[in-house]
């Protein structure tokens, strides 16, 4: 009787927060685990637009539906402001993410060598902000996204490769377009460095023990 009786009635409001929250921040994890380089190439490009249009995309909006039926009673500290800051937060990393993988592309098309040299000086942040969200998709306290050294960072790496590089024929058969390409690709991941760090403000200021306490 219990398991059927679970089966017909529709899920609360606050779990389904929970789970499609834990859903989303693991499909932002799992793309940009495909940006790593022994995930090159078309088959990798296929399974990061995969996970974007089926995992991620469709859950800021599908919140804001559920976000209007919570029971705000259930945690006083929180308030309908907070959830929208959140959803907002959400939004933002959406189009982050697409604006990223809009930017490889054309990175990558314009010169893959470059671009393969910058994805290596981005390897260590890039695996950092997949922690992150790993650690958000299992509500866990992470040490904060310091933004500002997060950004610092990737000036100071960008500035050691390009002067690694600077003698390199490379840089002779490479034009204006190409350059602008990576520089593109490089503005979409400090866009999305920043999209995370608010979107973690907005995580520390509720009240999650609340939300998800068991109740019948």
């Not at 219990?2 to 929250?21: H, I, K, N, Y």
């Not at 990393?93 to 893959?112: F, K, V």
Request: proline share 3%.
């Amino acid at each position: 009787i219990a398991v059927f009786q679970m089966l017909v009635t529709p899920p609360r409001p606050e779990q389904t927060l929970l789970r499609s929250l834990r859903r989303f921040f693991r499909g932002c994890a799992r793309i940009l685990d495909g940006y790593a380089p022994h995930r090159s190439g078309a088959r990798a490009r296929r399974l990061r637009k995969r996970h974007y249009a089926s995992v991620v995309l469709p859950v800021p909006q599908h919140l804001r539906a559920v976000v209007k039926r919570l029971d705000f009673k259930m945690s006083p500290r929180d308030d309908a402001e907070k959830m929208d800051h959140l959803l907002n937060g959400l939004q933002s990393i959406c189009y982050r993410l697409q604006a990223l993988e809009l930017a490889h592309g054309r990175a990558d098309r314009a010169s893959a060598d470059l671009t393969g040299s910058i994805g290596a000086l981005l390897g260590q942040l890039r695996v950092r902000m997949e922690g992150v969200f790993d650690q958000w998709a299992r509500f866990e306290r992470c040490q904060t996204l310091n933004e500002r050294a997060a950004l610092q960072e990737l000036s100071k790496s960008l500035e050691q490769e390009l002067g690694t590089v600077a003698g390199d024929e490379r840089l002779d058969q490479l034009d204006d377009q190409a350059l602008t390409s990576v520089y593109a690709l490089l503005g979409c991941a400090r866009g999305l460095i920043r999209a995370m760090a608010e979107t973690q403000g907005a995580l520390d200021r509720i009240n999650w023990d609340r939300w998800a306490e068991a109740r019948f």
